[in-house]
């Protein structure tokens, strides 16, 4: 038995959405997902591993950002 196809949405329509609601979604190829909390094995692993790319970036012209953090990806 198969899942009815969800309705996609515009990225526009998901900006708008996001602003109206408290919870972390993600936009991927139309569809919106609500995404769960993450454990607290990976908030350690997860905030160590910044800790160590944000020492070593320190005065480069690169920088970390610790999630969430919005990124548009696409195919060229």
Not at 9 to 28: A, S
Not at 35 to 59: C, D, I, M, Y
């Amino acid at each position: 038995m198969s899942r009815p196809h969800p309705n996609k949405i515009t990225l526009e329509e998901f900006y708008q959405l996001r602003e109206k609601v408290d919870q972390t979604l993600e936009f991927i190829a139309g569809i919106v997902y609500m995404t769960p909390s993450p454990s607290t094995k990976h908030q350690r692993v997860s905030g160590r591993l910044h800790a160590k790319l944000f020492n070593f970036l320190e005065g480069k012209e690169c920088e970390v950002f610790h999630a969430p953090f919005d990124i548009e990806l696409s195919r060229c």
